[in-house]
């Protein structure tokens, strides 16, 4: 049995599940998905709002990793929660001293909107701004002549609901991570692909001007340019754990569930994220000889699991894993290596798979961020790891804009808020991250309205590649071939080239290794086979 959860924009409202808890029977008519065909019914299902429980370590490994803070523990909103449209007092006069010069809006990352009194682009914007996410507005006004301080109200008019915010502005107005006195939150529900925006500067107290520069646009309203990156689904895989005989399972209840949903839906650009738990999966396998966990033979695993049950090319497939009681039991018995997870960073025609620990709290739930941030295509940040993003523009692994918690309502600065793709504290995301992930969200769903499976005419191995090794896996049957297509050349004794089979490849986001998925008997009367520059023995079948 499966069991699915659905979190809206962080947090417009509470998350939205996909049945009730009133007996298996309307657990399997109400969930989305499908059922899984092996082990156990895997539990409850979640339906409470997302909350954090403190710090984390990193995504996977070493370092230590500083989460955002805790909804109670760290810095307030700056409202109590998003503004309620037509609130307040009514519309007031314009400040005749105050000119609207710059607006930007906050979701999870900074994404000017107005600067210098003009418009930005949204081709030149930093990232995208997406539909149905819970935003907060900026305003940077610019005093007139004879500025006096006092009071003022901020107003975002959004087709014609107004959202507003008061305060006294020191100016001029710089980001600041305690906030500003004229930031106005407004839900995702008011987040909308068509909506226009319209920006005013009110007097709280007293008469001001009808028009002028405190209103912007000054006449009409401007697009907002919101954009759909559809719904993020997750199907995280949980493998109990037998190779010690405890038949250990990870955490998958509610609260857990709750921290990965707001993991995802404060850092990926999505409105939605959808997480389905999978039935358990058995897991007997030995580790590694330093201790670790062999994720790439789990993520071997979920490949021919996915292929079994069809899953569609977009689902991202994750699977958890308790090998010890805790993370740092787990750390503690791996002789200072601890990978704590493996993705294989994904191609827009490879296979969405990843794995790692799921001990119950926040830094499992970093793991996952991090991990199924590889699935987006995403190498590391150049922070504290290698192996990293050659295009990253940031140094150190930096964000490079503010960013913003909407859960927490904590701000993250530029030069010291470091990218969830990388090692380092005080992790957020940077804009550059973040529009990629939303890049691969849409050519994603491009890409794949009509794709057809790519059939498969026998079994399979698979060809791991690392560090001065190589090894083969058994052969296994799969129904399409996972990965980015690669041409791999067969080879006779005597080195020469026999032909060429197409082949899957599948790069891992830790540790330099790379897979091949090849037909598991030589197409020709080969005893070799050359994967990119290496030439590699056929083995024993």
Not at 203 to 222: C, H, K, Q, R, T
Not at 291 to 320: K, Q
Not at 365 to 372: F, I, S
């Amino acid at each position: 049995m499966s069991r699915s959860v659905s979190a809206p924009s962080p947090f417009a409202s509470s998350l939205r599940t996909c049945a009730l808890l009133l007996g298996a029977a309307l657990l399997l008519a109400g969930c989305r998905g499908r059922m899984g065909n092996r082990g156990e019914d895997a539990g409850t299902r979640l339906d409470a709002a997302a909350r954090p429980d403190g710090g984390a370590l990193p995504g996977d490994g070493g370092a230590s990793r500083d989460a955002a803070p805790d909804v109670d523990g760290g810095p307030a909103p700056l409202d109590a929660g998003p503004s309620t449209p037509d609130a307040g007092p009514p519309p007031g006069d314009l400040v005749p001293d105050l000119r609207v010069d710059a607006v930007a809006a906050f979701q999870t990352v900074r994404i000017p909107l107005v600067e210098a009194g003009a418009p930005v682009v949204t081709a030149s914007r930093n990232a995208p701004l997406i539909a149905g996410r819970d935003t907060l507005f900026r305003v940077y006004p610019t005093p007139e002549a004879g500025w006096r301080a006092r009071p003022v109200r901020a107003v975002i008019e959004l087709d014609g609901a107004r959202f507003t915010a008061e305060g006294t502005p020191a100016l001029p107005l710089a980001d600041t991570a305690a906030g500003t006195p004229l930031d106005v939150r407004v839900p995702g529900s008011a987040i909308t692909a068509e909506a226009s925006f319209r920006v005013r500067l009110e007097e709280v107290d007293g008469s001001g001007v009808a028009s002028g520069p405190a209103a912007w646009p000054a006449s009409g309203a401007a697009a907002l340019d919101a954009r759909d990156a559809g719904v993020m689904e997750v199907v995280l895989v949980p493998f109990r754990y037998d190779t010690d005989g405890s038949g250990r399972l990870p955490a998958t209840d509610a609260a857990q569930l709750a921290l990965y949903a707001r993991e995802l839906t404060t850092r990926f650009p999505y409105a939605e994220v959808d997480i389905r738990v999978h039935a358990i999966v058995p897991w007997s396998r030995g580790t590694r000889f330093n201790g670790n966990v062999d994720w790439g033979d789990v993520n071997a695993e979920l490949i021919d699991l996915r292929d079994a049950e069809g899953a569609p090319e977009h689902e991202y497939w994750y699977g958890v894993m308790a090998p010890h009681e805790s993370r740092s039991s787990y750390c503690a018995s791996t002789f200072g290596t601890c990978v704590t997870g493996q993705s294989y960073v994904s191609t827009l025609r490879g296979t969405r798979v990843g794995s790692g620990v799921g001990f119950a709290g926040e830094a499992s739930a970093g793991t996952l961020a991090h991990e199924l941030g590889h699935q987006h295509g995403r190498y590391h940040s150049p922070c504290g790891t290698s192996g990293t993003d050659a295009d990253y523009p940031y140094a150190s692994g930096v964000i490079g804009v503010w960013g913003w918690d909407p859960a927490s309502g904590a701000f993250y600065a530029p030069d010291t808020g470091t990218d969830i793709m990388g090692y380092c504290d005080e992790q957020w995301v940077s804009d550059y991250t973040y529009a990629a992930f939303f890049q691969r969200a849409v050519d994603l769903r491009g890409a794949y309205a009509l794709r057809a499976p790519a059939p498969l005419a026998g079994p399979v191995r698979f060809l791991h590649l690392g560090p001065g090794e190589h090894r083969w896996s058994a052969p296994r049957e799969l129904r399409r071939l996972p990965g980015a297509p690669r041409p791999a050349l067969w080879l006779d004794a005597r080195g020469r080239p026999l032909g060429v089979v197409e082949g899957g490849y599948l790069e891992e986001a830790h540790g330099g290794g790379r897979v091949w998925v090849l037909p598991a008997e030589a197409p020709f009367p080969a005893v070799s086979v050359q994967v990119g520059d290496a030439v590699i023995p056929l083995g024993p079948r």
